[in-house]
């Protein structure tokens, strides 16, 4: 296992990070569990330095927290990662709006750095660009904040590449956050694709969904298997004839992960890894024999037939969102 760098001149870190936001939302919440979320945070540490992937956003504060405790005692073992720029109108019904003003940056940075308990944050995203601020300026109060000492390295997610290009001529972007799995392939264009953008500038790209919402492990039989509330019941590629049309993905996948005697999980984060050795994806759990097997997944060396038969698989029936 080789190590992946966070940007040019940034830490090296596990090849696999580990995304935390459904810890605390967005799926099976009825499942959510503070205390084992909090061991599965810190077994992943084992494998450290690795990367931690939070968000002031998700569930309003909660999941930050969250990884602060599990950070206590531990903080040299990861590489932590937060986000600003999206507000929480209303936690119950997950209604969100964009706020990328520099009063705005100043004060997330400020909580964000209390509910983890950290000094530092070592990489910071502006979670989404508000139209309603100019790049520029947001990007801007980000750059101070790195001067005043508490943000070492900033990111940019869902961002095109001359949004990124505006960025980063402000300050160095050192990582680029966008959804990238063998279902939602969109970063590897050539032309407009930021895997390449990333490459170009020795910045990382880190895959969030790698595993395709757990849709690419094979775990789910059907629309139903999703409660009420959790995002995935009423996402596009979740519904009716486009769940059964995707099937075809998973059961490619699987093929696979037969013949390397692997899970198809594990096949799934292979894949996204042999995009680009600076690429970290951080896929999500809430089970430690699920983290056990992504941490895992860079042992598996796919063969370049492997690659062809999973990169030419149709894409994804349904949108995004």
Request: glycine fraction near 12%; aromatic fraction near 6%; proline fraction near 6%.
């Given at each position: ?165 505006a960025a980063h001529l402000v300050h160095p972007v050192s990582a680029v956050q966008s959804e990238l799995s063998l279902w939602t392939r969109e970063p590897l ?83 996204v890894l042999a995009q680009g050795d600076h690429v970290i994806p951080i896929p999500g759990t809430k089970q430690l024999r699920y983290l056990r097997d992504n ?27």
């Open positions: 296992m080789t190590a992946r760098r966070l940007g040019p001149t940034g830490p090296a870190v596990h090849p696999v990070g580990l995304g935390c936001m459904g810890m605390s939302w967005g799926y099976a919440e009825s499942q959510r569990d503070d205390t084992v979320s909090v061991e599965v945070i810190r077994r992943a540490l084992d494998a450290g330095p690795l990367l931690l992937d939070t968000a002031d956003a998700y569930g309003s504060g909660h999941n930050e927290t969250l990884v602060g405790r599990a950070l206590a005692g531990r903080r040299g073992d990861a590489v932590v990662a937060t986000k600003t720029g999206i507000v929480v109108d209303d936690l119950a019904t997950r209604t969100l709006s964009r706020n990328g003003s520099p009063e705005h940056i100043r004060r997330s940075a400020d909580a964000s750095l209390r509910r983890l308990g950290v000094e530092a944050i070592d990489l910071y995203y502006l979670h989404r660009v508000d139209p309603a601020v100019p790049l520029e300026e947001s990007w801007g109060a980000l750059a101070e904040l790195v001067r005043a000492g508490k943000v070492r390295r900033l990111g940019l997610s869902e961002v095109t590449r001359e949004q990124a290009d264009d050539p032309g407009t694709g930021m895997v390449g953008w990333c490459a170009e500038r020795g910045a990382a790209f880190v895959p969030f969904a790698p595993l395709g919402r757990g849709f690419l492990t094979g775990r789910y039989e059907g629309p139903g298997d999703f409660e009420a509330g959790d995002f995935r019941a009423a996402n596009p590629r979740f519904r009716g004839e486009a769940f059964t049309a995707n099937l075809r993905i998973v059961r490619a996948v699987e093929e696979v992960a037969v013949r390397h005697g692997v899970t198809a999980a594990q096949v799934a984060l292979a894949w941490l895992s997944a860079p042992d598996l060396t796919l063969t370049p037939a492997d690659l062809t038969t999973l990169s030419t698989i149709p894409p994804a029936t349904g949108n995004r969102y």
